[in-house]
């Protein structure tokens, strides 16, 4: 007998109404205020898992691969995903036909093998501790025989395992696991190789057609966390049937401070509208009045308060540049004037060496010119090509009018490129409208402070500037940390050494040099043009 069809509009089969019935009679509240009670889901959660669990109407093959569980701190995203991994280990999770009703019926896995993945020890606990308890207090113990271990899952008579994993990507390609939970993917980043083992994970489930469920909170905006990559993923494509996002966010108003007294009404209900049934005060297990003191703690700050109990996307705070700000800046235009400032940032080995402008008008528009990066096979006789950067700063002088030609000088590394081109091109003289070369301390200081809070002003207002968007700018900005030196004043830093923020660093203090570009142009054109040996 087929499923029985609709009894609503928008009703479709799902193994989730009785896996919710197996939960409640199998598994009993981990920790908390509701501790050794039976499961009682609230209906935003059997939602999420009928969700989850559909099937095809016809075959009856579970139709998500994959999913994310997103939402605010305590909310019970690792219960939930302990849920999860306990029934796709024993649970009716494989299809297994229609009873007389019409309803599917479902089976556990043959073999089951279940992964709990995160970058760190500590995080796969989190999760994996939560399993162990409400296993330890299950009648599953006994009828089927499972050895509960501090470091795997199994069956004692057949083959069968749960398992918390952190090592390295390439050591779990392969491994045909029928589902695994991706835990806190909000802190899976490239430099841990985060992006690797998400995609090992889908891979080797996909090998079995199993499923895989990432928690976490919302994630930091600019830190490309797996998270991050989920939530763009949805936006592309959120009418996907086989990828399930599921997120509640408060959608805060940015324009009000969550910690100024007067706001408190707005605060409070965002709370109650994004913790729903999980909130005390509606029979869950979390206590707002608690939550909002956290919110008003002086440590915690707005991007935590946005992200960890809005559920709202944010920067980190720790990152120089919005990625929504990039976006938001970025122009394709056709008509560009010639009179620019040409910047140069780099290194003799290491780094990168990067070459790009800004024009000189009412709204200036930044572009990159040339990028050079170290080859990651690179031996240790690699160096930067002199020549092809000497080559695109003359291309660059021949096809445009250039009116300033900056370059940082707090390192010393390229100082006879430097004198060669004062040499060359002349130092620059504003006031008589002479010469090109200029240096820049970049290391730090008041005036490199000035120059990164003018250009994250004028990005917030949007309209000030513009740029062309190029990947490795953009790259280079979303690498950008901001740090502050023992003075208090502010400076372009990296997280760590391999990632390169050199485009980042150009485009800043070539936005600081924009007035001082108009000025020689201004000069410049007063007086009869002063022209430069180009050797």
């Given at each position: 007998m087929p499923w029985r069809g609709p009894e609503y509009d928008g009703e479709?089969?799902?193994?989730?109404?009785?896996?919710?019935?197996?939960?409640?009679?199998?598994?009993?509240?981990?920790?908390?205020?509701?501790?050794?009670?039976?499961?009682?889901?609230?209906?935003?959660?059997?939602?999420?898992?009928?969700?989850?669990?559909?099937?095809?109407?016809?075959?009856?093959?579970?139709?998500?691969?994959?999913?994310?569980?997103?939402?605010?701190?305590?909310?019970?995203?690792?219960?939930?995903?302990?849920?999860?991994?306990?029934?796709?280990?024993?649970?009716?999770?494989?299809?297994?036909?229609w009873n007389a009703a019409g309803e599917p019926v479902g089976r556990p896995?043959?073999?089951?093998?279940?992964?709990?993945?995160?970058?760190?020890?500590?995080?796969?606990?989190?999760?994996?501790?939560?399993?162990?308890?409400?296993?330890?207090?299950?009648?599953?113990?006994?009828?089927?025989?499972?050895?509960?271990?501090?470091?795997?899952?199994?069956?004692?008579?057949?083959p069968g395992r749960i398992e918390p994993v952190t090592a390295s990507a390439g050591a779990r390609e392969g491994q045909p696991i029928t589902g695994g939970v991706l835990e806190e993917?909000?802190?899976?980043?490239?430099?841990?190789?985060?992006?690797?083992?998400?995609?090992?994970?889908?891979?080797?489930?996909?090998?079995?057609?199993?499923?895989?469920?990432?928690t976490t909170n919302a994630p930091a905006l600019g830190e490309r966390s797996v998270a991050e990559d989920s939530a763009d993923a949805h936006r592309k494509n959120h009418k996907a049937l086989d990828v399930l996002y599921d997120s509640v966010s408060a959608g805060w108003d940015r324009s009000l401070d969550p910690k100024k007294a007067g706001n408190k009404p707005a605060v409070m209900k965002a709370l109650r509208h994004v913790y729903g049934a999980a909130a005390l005060s509606a029979g869950g297990w979390v206590d707002l009045d608690r939550i909002y003191a956290e919110i008003l703690d002086p440590a915690t700050t707005t991007s935590e308060v946005l992200r960890f109990y809005f559920n709202d996307e944010a920067k980190a705070d720790s990152k120089a540049f919005d990625p929504?700000?990039?976006?938001?800046?970025?122009?394709?235009?056709?008509?560009?004037?010639?009179?620019?400032?040409?910047?140069?940032?780099?290194?003799?080995?290491?780094?990168?060496?990067?070459?790009?402008?800004?024009?000189?008008?009412?709204?200036?528009?930044?572009?990159?010119?040339?990028v050079w990066e170290r080859p990651a096979n690179a031996d240790d006789t690699y160096e930067h090509p002199r020549s092809e950067i000497n080559g695109a700063v003359l291309d660059f002088m021949h096809d445009n009018d250039c009116v300033l030609f900056v370059y940082d000088s707090s390192f010393h590394e390229l100082a006879g490129m430097y004198d060669a081109w004062t040499e060359d091109f002349g130092e620059a003289n504003p006031d008589k409208g002479t010469g090109l070369m200029v240096g820049y301390p970049t290391a730090g200081g008041s005036r490199m402070d000035a120059a990164i809070r003018r250009l994250l002003e004028d990005m917030d207002n949007?309209?000030?500037?513009?740029?062309?968007?190029?990947?490795?700018?953009t790259e280079h900005l979303l690498n950008t940390m901001l740090a502050r030196k023992p003075s208090g004043q502010m400076a372009l830093a990296k997280e760590k050494d391999s990632l390169k923020i050199d485009g980042a660093v150009t485009m800043t203090f070539g936005y600081d040099m924009v007035p001082t570009g108009r000025l020689m142009l201004s000069n410049r054109q007063a007086a009869p043009p002063i022209y430069v040996a180009l050797s």
């Open positions: 479709f089969p799902s193994l989730g109404w009785a896996l919710v019935d197996w939960w409640q009679d199998h598994f009993k509240v981990p920790a908390g205020e509701h501790y050794g009670k039976p499961f009682a889901l609230t209906d935003e959660q059997i939602e999420f898992f009928v969700r989850l669990y559909r099937v095809d109407p016809v075959t009856g093959q579970r139709v998500v691969r994959r999913a994310t569980r997103r939402g605010a701190k305590g909310k019970g995203k690792s219960p939930e995903g302990a849920l999860f991994v306990g029934a796709e280990f024993c649970g009716p999770v494989v299809f297994d036909g896995q043959n073999f089951p093998w279940v992964q709990v993945a995160a970058v760190s020890e500590e995080q796969t606990g989190n999760l994996y501790l939560v399993l162990r308890e409400m296993l330890a207090d299950s009648s599953l113990i006994d009828d089927l025989g499972i050895d509960l271990g501090k470091t795997r899952v199994e069956f004692r008579n057949g993917t909000h802190l899976w980043f490239p430099s841990q190789g985060g992006q690797k083992m998400a995609a090992v994970m889908r891979r080797n489930a996909g090998k079995t057609g199993g499923c895989t469920l990432e929504a700000k990039i976006a938001a800046t970025k122009r394709n235009r056709r008509k560009i004037p010639t009179e620019k400032i040409l910047m140069f940032d780099g290194a003799r080995t290491r780094d990168c060496s990067v070459l790009s402008s800004w024009t000189i008008e009412a709204t200036p528009h930044h572009q990159c010119v040339r949007e309209k000030q500037f513009t740029h062309d968007g190029d990947t490795k700018i």
